[in-house]
Nanobody, 119 residues
Framework: QVQLVESGGGLVQAGGSLRLSCAAS????????MGWFRQAPGKERELVSN????????YYAFSVKGRFTISRDNAKNTVSLQVNSLKPDDTAVYYC????????????WGQGTQVTVSS
């Protein structure tokens, strides 16, 4: 059974930082592209960042580029998202997700972790 478990969310003031982590189990982690999504109230879920199995190829949404950094540890089956210079607009539930290379959709999802940024 595949499980993705996020942690690290919380309440932070604007300009602050958090480190979100996702622990994966039940899948061949190194075979999956890992992504971080977020969904704010009343808004659609959006892809924030992803990282390919090589740990080098990454993508960032324009709104977070330069502020967020994604990384993965294939030996520990974890993917992290360092979020810096947080803004109130970053307030959302952040989800970890996994998809195989070549797949068009993410197959596995975590339960989410809340990030709230106060102004």
């Amino acid at each position: 059974q595949v499980q993705l478990v996020e942690s690290g969310g919380g309440l932070v003031q604007a300009g602050g930082s958090l480190r979100l982590s996702c622990a994966a189990s039940g899948l061949t982690f190194s075979s999956y592209i890992m992504g971080w999504f977020r969904q704010a109230p009343g808004k659609e879920r959006e892809l924030v960042s992803n990282i390919w199995s090589n740990g080098i190829t990454t993508y960032y949404a324009f709104s977070v580029k330069g502020r967020f950094t994604i990384s993965r540890d294939n030996a520990k089956n974890t993917v992290s998202l360092q979020v810096n210079s947080l803004k109130p607009d970053d307030t959302a539930v952040y989800y970890c997700a996994a998809r195989r290379a070549g797949a068009t959709t993410y197959t596995y999802w975590g339960q989410g972790t809340q990030v709230t940024v106060s102004s």
